[in-house]
Structures are given as structure tokens and as C-alpha cells.
T-cell receptor, first 114, second 116 residues
Framework: DAGVTQSPTHLIKTRGQQVTLRCSPKSGHDTVSWYQQALGQGPQFIFQYYEEEERQRGNFPDRFSGHQFPNYSSELNVNALLLGDSALYLC?????????????FGPGTRLTVL | AQKVTQAQTEISVVEKEDVTLDCVYE???????LFWYKQPPSGELVFLIR??????QNEISGRYSWNFQKSTSSFNFTITASQVVDSAVYFC?????????????FGKGTHLIIQP
């Protein structure tokens, strides 16, 4: 049973560029959440997708956008990259949109913005 | 708004010692869920426990135990007879019960170092 997978593992971009990160949820899961984890900090909630719609959003600018596909996989897009966007981006999957449900995390994508 | 505070940035103990990781939270919600996650150097967050705000029973799982005290808004985590494999960053997190889904609010984490 495959867990949550993310691609790519590492990514290096320059300021102003755009980036797309990908996530495949754990088998049987239909909800995907994205988190940004800066070095030495806890993860911060970006947004959550359920039934191909953004259900909830954290305190992130519109440069951060996402998408969920019919097979429940998801993409995180970041436009006009800033140095401060350098972080580990974590994807988590769960079933339904209940706050009770445990979220399973992927290994993350390490984004470096130069 | 929610807030989770893990005041201990780093803890270092010798193997076999007991160690407690502190977590204090703030929320205006009456129903919420508390979590502990472990993050080894590989980066993947590993779920350890979930606790409902109405369930103040302490829980023990092997060498791990959790003490939830609603009166002090604390959800502390104790590792008994620590092992080198317990070395990791541990995060406490909070998630309110809402009309929709809300993300987890994490603390800044406690880096636990178990020395052989």
C-alpha cells in the first residue's frame, strides 16, 4: 500500500520563476493538504483540497495556488518566487474533510530559491 | 486563531533516560483535536497520537505516554527509557472542529537528541 508520494524531491529555482509541485495521496484518501515548513520551524498550513475544490486556506498570498485532479492527486503552484519561499513543502492526505481524520504526510519537496 | 507553543527548542539526554516534551496550546474552539508528530531526518512527518478535546484520559503506548490537561491547556509527551532511534524533531499540533476542514496548527517543534 503506497503512502503519500511527492515529486520532485528537490528543486532549485531563481527569484521570479514559477514552480509546480506534485502529490499523490495515500490509496483510499480523497483529501490533500499542503504545508510549508521553513528551516527550524513547524509546518504552516497553505490550503486543502477536497472534491477538486479548495476548501480552506491558510495565511498565504495568491501567488500560491493549487489544483486537485479527479484521481485525487494534487499540484501546488507558486508564482513569482521569492527568496522566502525556500522551504520544505509537505503534502498530507486524509479521508473526507473532517478535522478528526488523521493526515498522512509525504516526504516533502525541498525548494531552494536563489 | 489557534496557537501551539513548544517552549523547548532542543533537549539532549543520555539513552535510557526518561524525557518529557511540553506542549501548550491556545484556542477559542470548544471542540478540537490535538496531535503529536515525529519528524526524523528524512523529513517525513510520522503520526504518533490524536486526542479529542473531550477525552482527557491519559494514554500509554509502549514507551510513549501522553498527559492531556485541559485546565492548563497542555498536552505533554513522555518517552520512557529513551533510545537513540527516538532522536528526531517532535511537533505538537492542534486542529479545531469546524464547519469545514481546517489545517493543522503546529508548534515550532522540539529537537530531541538521544546520546548513546
Amino acid at each position: 500500500d503506497a503512502g503519500v508520494t511527492q515529486s520532485p524531491t528537490h528543486l532549485i529555482k531563481t527569484r521570479g520563476q514559477q514552480v509546480t509541485l506534485r502529490c499523490s495521496p495515500k490509496s483510499g484518501h480523497d483529501t490533500v493538504s499542503w504545508y510549508q515548513q521553513a528551516l527550524g520551524q513547524g509546518p504552516q498550513f497553505i490550503f486543502q483540497y477536497y472534491e477538486e475544490e479548495e476548501r480552506q486556506r491558510g495565511n498565504f498570498p495568491d501567488r500560491f495556488s493549487g489544483h486537485q485532479f479527479p484521481n485525487y492527486s494534487s499540484e501546488l503552484n507558486v508564482n513569482a518566487l521569492l527568496l522566502g519561499d525556500s522551504a520544505l513543502y509537505l503534502c498530507a492526505s486524509s479521508t473526507g474533510d473532517s478535522s478528526y481524520n488523521e493526515q498522512f504526510f509525504g516526504p516533502g519537496t525541498r525548494l531552494t530559491v536563489l | 486563531a489557534q496557537k501551539v507553543t513548544q517552549a523547548q527548542t532542543e533537549i539532549s539526554v543520555v539513552e535510557k533516560e526518561d524525557v518529557t516534551l511540553d506542549c501548550v496550546y491556545e484556542t477559542r474552539d470548544t471542540t478540537y483535536y490535538l496531535f503529536w508528530y515525529k519528524q526524523p531526518p528524512s523529513g517525513e512527518l510520522v503520526f504518533l497520537i490524536r486526542r479529542n478535546s473531550f477525552d482527557e484520559q491519559n494514554e500509554i503506548s509502549g514507551r510513549y505516554s501522553w498527559n492531556f490537561q485541559k485546565s492548563t491547556s497542555s498536552f505533554n509527551f513522555t518517552i520512557t527509557a529513551s533510545q537513540v532511534v527516538d532522536s528526531a524533531v517532535y511537533f505538537c499540533a492542534l486542529r479545531p472542529e469546524g464547519g469545514g476542514a481546517d489545517g493543522l496548527t503546529f508548534g515550532k517543534g522540539t529537537h530531541l537528541i538521544i546520546q548513546p
